[in-house]
């Protein structure tokens, strides 16, 4: 990813903003300015929307041959995170066995660093999941 394209999606990667549709109500993740379901209606409609980061496991799956800079954490899981607001979201679960990860599975965001590139590049932080408490 480019350093540009990178802090442009500062907002929405750190703090899991979304926008909603002022005339239909669509929740789109990452931000749109026109929406996927009323086209033209939307423009000038689209608001800015805060999601909560609480969802479940809609599915996962094990990662045992990971890419070079994620060497050092597999085996992980990564999974599709259901959000309450009905968003669909990719991201690692941490803090959980592998074994313990099961479909349906309470989950909640969490702001961690995903990676850096190169040993004096630039961190790139973003979300991961936790199970629920």
Same mark, same amino acid.
């Given at each position: 990813m480019t350093v540009a394209r990178f802090w442009r999606e500062n907002s929405p990667r750190y703090n899991l903003k979304a926008s909603k549709c002022g005339n239909c109500g669509k929740v789109s993740f990452p931000p749109r300015t026109v929406c996927p379901?009323? $086209?033209?209606? !939307? =423009?000038?409609k689209m608001q800015e929307f805060q999601l909560s980061g /609480?969802?479940?496991?809609? !599915?996962? !799956? =094990?990662? $045992?041959d990971a890419p070079a800079q994620f060497q050092n954490q597999k085996p992980y899981i990564v999974a599709m995170i259901k959000l309450d607001e009905g968003i669909m979201v990719t991201g690692q679960v941490i803090d959980c066995e592998l074994d313990k990860v099961e479909i349906g599975m309470?989950?909640?965001?969490?702001?961690? /660093?995903?990676?850096?590139?190169?040993p004096g590049g630039v961190i790139h932080y973003g979300y991961k999941f936790h199970p629920e408490l």
């Open positions: 379901e009323c $086209h033209r209606k !939307s =423009i000038g /609480k969802g479940e496991v809609y !599915s996962f !799956s =094990i990662v $045992h309470r989950v909640w965001a969490s702001f961690r /660093k995903l990676g850096e590139e190169g």
